[in-house]
Structures are given as structure tokens and as C-alpha cells.
């Protein structure tokens, strides 16, 4: 088996601020993720990439920078951080291909001050 | 574009009741996108608890059961009788090929269930 890797657990920032969430992955899959997760809300995703150097755009991704250097690891910045920027972002990460099971990493909680 | 709609939660029942948490989508997409429950656990990351890929077929794990119905466009998760350990956020997800070509799923918003004892 493998594992997703988040780090921090917690990040707080303040209010325009850039800060960086990092995950790694050593199950070997091509595809990585992020999602938010906002409370009441579903996942909803922001950015993702079916390989090394490759970004791909989810719904979300205004108001956010992604970097995928690696394949075992997948960065996301927050440009400029907001106040309602307060949320839990997951990383996950699939063998890419369709019917697959997508794993979760344990998250980082965000709080903007 | 594809989405997901779920029971709104908290959801409170009383050990050993029946449970259902409903779920119905709708796929732009494909015709018959893969569905999926995902759970997660208090102090744990979000894990696959059963998919069904096939129209039609269902589901089984830890004793929850989801039927695959396409002509509702639903994927109902049910139990016959729950336990305490299966308090938990429940998500209702759909896979598919996103516009890249790439694997992607479309959660719903999720169902807090807490199991009294």
C-alpha cells in the first residue's frame, strides 16, 4: 500500500498573504489532485495533473498557483490569501485511468486571520 | 456540468435502525458515469467505501449496500442495521473523464451521520 503525504496539518496566514500547501504520494500514480473542501460543501476541485509538469485546471482555480515538479509531488499556492479562504484542501492522487479508486491524503486546515 | 446531490445531514440514528442516505446525479459527460461512496471517519483522510462502474449492478462493503440505477439517476447508500463505528461523513461521488481526458470525480456535499448508542 501507499500513503498521501500533506504538509502542514494546519496553516494559518493572514489576510493576503501567499502561502504554499504541500503533498506527496509514493503509490506511483500519474494523476494528482486538489480538492477544497468547505464545510456544508462537497470537494470541489481546483487544480489537477496527469503527469510530471503538467496542470490542468478544475472549477476552482482562480486565486490559486499549482506545481507538479515530480511525480510523487504536487504543490498548491494560495496567491493571495481571503478570509473566506478558510477551508480544508486534499490532495489525492489515481492511477489516472477511468474506473480507479482515488486516495486521499488527511488534509491541511487553512485559517486566514 | 456534471454534479451530485446527496442527503443533506447531521443525520441522527439510534443503533441497530435502518439507514439511507439518498443521492442522485446528473452526467453530462459520459451516459453512464462510475458512482462511488466515499467515508471519512473522524480523525481519518476520506476513503473509498464501494463503487459500482455498471449500470444496473450494486455495490456491497462493511455492510452498506448501493444500487447503481440508471433509470432514476440515483445510488442510494442503505444499511439494514448500523452500528456506532459507522459515525462518519458520507460523500457521493461521480466519475468520469474530464475535458482533458484525464480520470476526475464530482462529490457531493456529504452527510454528517452520527449513530446513538
Known amino acids: 500500500g501507499g500513503i498521501i503525504t500533506q504538509t502542514p496539518k494546519f496553516l494559518i496566514g493572514q489576510e493576503g498573504q501567499k502561502l504554499t500547501l504541500k503533498c506527496q504520494q509514493n503509490?506511483?500514480?500519474?494523476?494528482m489532485y486538489w480538492y477544497r473542501q468547505d464545510s456544508g460543501k462537497g470537494l470541489r476541485l481546483i487544480y489537477y495533473?496527469?503527469?510530471?509538469?503538467?496542470?490542468q485546471k478544475g472549477d476552482l482555480s482562480e486565486g490559486y498557483d499549482a506545481s507538479r515538479e515530480k511525480k510523487s509531488s504536487f504543490s498548491l499556492t494560495v496567491t493571495s490569501a481571503q478570509k473566506n479562504e478558510m477551508a480544508v484542501f486534499l490532495c489525492?492522487?489515481?492511477?489516472?485511468?477511468?474506473?480507479?479508486?482515488?486516495?486521499f491524503g488527511k488534509g491541511t486546515r487553512l485559517t486566514v486571520v | 456540468g456534471d454534479s451530485v446531490t446527496q442527503t443533506e445531514g447531521p443525520v441522527t440514528v439510534s443503533e441497530s435502525e435502518s439507514l439511507i442516505i439518498n443521492c442522485t446525479y446528473s452526467?453530462?459527460?459520459?451516459?453512464?458515469?462510475?458512482l462511488f461512496w466515499y467515508v471519512r471517519y473522524p480523525g481519518e483522510g476520506l476513503q473509498l467505501l464501494l463503487k459500482?462502474?455498471?449500470?444496473?449492478q450494486k455495490g456491497s462493503s462493511r455492510g452498506f449496500e448501493a444500487t447503481y440505477n440508471k433509470e432514476t439517476t440515483s445510488f442510494h447508500l442503505q444499511k439494514a442495521s448500523v452500528q456506532e463505528s459507522d459515525s462518519a461523513v458520507y460523500y457521493c461521488a461521480l466519475g468520469d473523464l474530464g475535458s482533458s481526458g484525464s480520470w476526475q470525480l464530482i462529490f457531493g456535499s456529504g452527510t454528517q451521520l452520527t449513530v446513538m448508542p
Open positions: 452526467a453530462t459527460s459520459i451516459a453512464y458515469p462510475n
Open positions: 489525492a492522487s489515481s492511477p489516472g485511468t477511468a474506473n480507479t479508486e482515488v486516495f
Open positions: 503509490f506511483n500514480h500519474d494523476t
Open positions: 459500482v462502474i455498471t449500470a444496473g
Open positions: 495533473s496527469i503527469t510530471e509538469n503538467d496542470l
